[in-house]
Structures are given as structure tokens and as C-alpha cells.
């Protein structure tokens, strides 16, 4: 008798738990991108804005670069379109002439808030179909599962 369908390998969890964040992550997505999506909100979009969002005061786009994991190239075309769409803009470099900083303007700041709230508003929905107890434990189980136990892993967050 073949015993890994009755009792899951390590591998076989670890799968699993991939394919069921990414299926429950593209799920969120998708009910975000049906109710509004508005120009310069493509999910890159979204993720340079919000990292705006969190930064306390301009940035170089090489930072943003880093910080996402993206290359250049990228967050300069992501940049470009924001600013386009009235959501960033650049600013000159205090400490270099020839720089440009970034930063999120109050356009962003509110699709930012919007998205934010339709995002919570979904969550929340997929959410109610669990007790109070297996909210909490999943929410529990969740950060272990993230949490990263490499020295300075918090600072990188």
C-alpha cells in the first residue's frame, strides 16, 4: 500500500502550503483587480506605490530597485508610468545635483488607501468563513511560517 497519500511527507506539505498561498494570494488578487482597477495600478504598480508609501521621505530608484528585488530597468518604467499617472514624482537629490529622488504624491497616497481598503474589505470576507479560533491560529501559524531566523532577517522586512 502506498502510504504517502495517507501520510503526507514533509515534501508533499511543503508543496501544498506553496500551491495553497498561491492559489489563495492570485484568488485576492483577482477579486481586487474585478472591483477597481484604476490606470497605474497593475500589481507592480501597486507594489512600488505602497513601498512609497511606507519609505519617510524620498528615495533613489535604486534603493526601490533593491528593497524590491527588481531590476532597475523595471522600477524606472514602473516610475515613469506612476508618474505619468500622477502618482509619483521625482525630486531633485540634496545630496547629489545630478540626482532624482522618489516620492509618493497625494494622488498615490489615496489609490494606495483605496487599494488597501478593497484589499482588507476581501480579506476580511474570506476571513468571516472562519471561526475566531482558526483565525487566530492561522494568523498564528502564518507568522512562524514567514518569520525568517536568519540574523538582521527583521531589518530586511
Known amino acids: 500500500m502506498d502510504t504517502t497519500s495517507v501520510h503526507p511527507t514533509a515534501r508533499d506539505e511543503a508543496g501544498e502550503l506553496v500551491e495553497l498561498l498561491h492559489l489563495a494570494s492570485r484568488r485576492m488578487r483577482r477579486q481586487e483587480d474585478s472591483e477597481d482597477q484604476r490606470p497605474g495600478t497593475s500589481p507592480g504598480q501597486l507594489r512600488l506605490l505602497r513601498f ?31 508618474e505619468a499617472d500622477g502618482y509619483v514624482r521625482r525630486v531633485p537629490d540634496p545630496g547629489d545635483r545630478r540626482a532624482r529622488l522618489l516620492e509618493l504624491t497625494e494622488a498615490g497616497r489615496e489609490v494606495v488607501e483605496s487599494q488597501w481598503q478593497r484589499r482588507r474589505a476581501g480579506i476580511a470576507g474570506r476571513l468571516d468563513r472562519l471561526s475566531p479560533v482558526e483565525r487566530a491560529m492561522l494568523l498564528q501559524l502564518l507568522r512562524v511560517v514567514v518569520d525568517d531566523p536568519r540574523p538582521g532577517a527583521a531589518e530586511r522586512r
Open 52 to 82: 512609497l508609501a511606507h519609505t519617510h521621505g524620498p528615495v533613489r530608484a535604486a534603493d526601490v530597485a533593491a528593497r524590491l528585488e527588481m531590476a532597475p530597468r523595471s522600477v524606472t518604467s514602473k516610475v515613469d508610468q506612476a
